[in-house]
């Protein structure tokens, strides 16, 4: 089996060393095909992803070490989704074959391009609490938990929780409108990450060139001196932009576009001219208005709606041929909706 780290231009099979997730066996390497090439190594486990904890934080560790490594071998790096593993190198080079279009854009999109990630944090953050602690309404809310018999004050202390939190998230909510638009025009683009920890108050992605990554620096050491110590920053990078441009790889059986071609009446062998064209009449011809007497109709005008829909995600500009007995499943490689 293949692990597959992400995409690169082909430049040739280019050997990046002992780096794969596996330890010390695990070569990684770059499979090219027409003008791109993935970055694999072998595996014995195919499910990496559901590793225990403790393993997985270490499988996911080195999966960005690898995709890191290779953008400072002076890659431009499409990232794949952490835990991708394909059977073999024959289906990765099934994966190139049909993706090869969409990789290119993608890379194009990216080139010369890096993330850059900047972290503010509280640095004492038991004193932000003691602060919110003295703001007058939450004050008044422990005087009235104070003056409460023992063991009915847990709704009043919840809610007294739920209103310190609010007010941490007004705090950080004014820093990050005071600070981020500064950051944010030096970017191509931005992403905000959600902040899971109380002390964090900005964890913020930016999609830089060269030049942006100086002007973004000496704007973030601007923000530092005015802060006078208030805020602690971290700047993390570059690395290749997992934030941006990660990619996942959706699966589809044989069997399953097979059905779905049969539902809108096409041969085995596609295009998506031809997809359009028999979505198209079969959605006129099964529109629930042509007929409202007949009640079957809503649920196959959406199973056909489906099928289409199914086939144009999966069949790329050259046609795919269902009726080729070598392939189980059709590989599809989409940009992955960053949280």
């Keep these: 089996m293949k692990y597959v780290y992400g995409f690169i231009k082909d430049k040739g099979t280019a050997d990046f060393g002992l780096i794969g997730i596996g330890g010390d ?28 904890k403790e393993e997985l934080v270490k499988h996911l560790a080195q999966h960005q070490f690898v995709a890191e490594t290779i953008m400072k071998a002076g890659h431009t790096v499409l990232p794949m989704k952490f835990g991708t593993v394909l059977e073999g190198e024959t289906q990765v080079a099934e994966l190139l074959q049909a993706n090869r279009h969409k990789v290119q854009a993608l890379l194009a999109e990216i080139d010369g391009l890096f993330e850059i990630d900047v ?24 005087n009235r938990i104070a003056k409460l018999p023992p063991g009915q004050s847990m709704a009043e202390r919840l809610g007294l929780g739920k209103l310190v939190k609010d007010r941490l998230d007004d705090r950080k909510r004014a820093l990050q409108d005071r600070i981020l638009p500064q950051w944010e025009q ?8 959600e902040i899971r920890h109380e002390a964090i108050v900005i964890n913020a992605a930016f999609l830089l060139d060269a030049e942006g990554r100086d002007r973004l620096e000496a704007r973030v050491a601007e923000t530092d001196r005015r802060e006078q110590g208030a805020l602690n920053f971290r700047i993390v990078g570059p690395l290749p932009p997992y934030s941006f441009s990660t ?19 096409l041969a085995e062998r596609i295009t998506p001219q031809m997809v359009a064209e028999a979505a198209r009449s079969a959605m006129r011809r099964f529109h629930p208005d042509t007929n409202p007497a007949d009640r079957g109709l809503p649920q196959r005008f959406e199973r056909v709606r489906a099928a289409a829909d199914l086939l144009k995600r999966f069949c790329p500009s050259e046609g795919l041929d269902l009726g080729d007995t070598r392939r189980r499943e059709f590989l599809l490689v989409e940009p992955v909706e960053v949280s």
């Design 25 to 52: 066996k695990a070569t990684v390497y770059s499979v090219p095909y027409d003008g791109v090439a993935a970055a694999v190594s072998d595996t014995s486990n195919g499910a990496i992803d559901s590793a225990p």
């Design 119 to 142: 972290l503010a944090m509280w640095p004492d953050i038991q004193q932000v609490f003691q602060e919110v602690g003295r703001e007058e309404d939450i004050v008044e809310h422990k």
């Design 186 to 193: 030096v970017a191509r683009r931005t992403f905000r990450h």
């Design 247 to 265: 990619v996942q790889l959706q699966r589809a059986r044989v069997a399953e576009l097979d059905a779905a071609r049969r539902e809108v009446d």
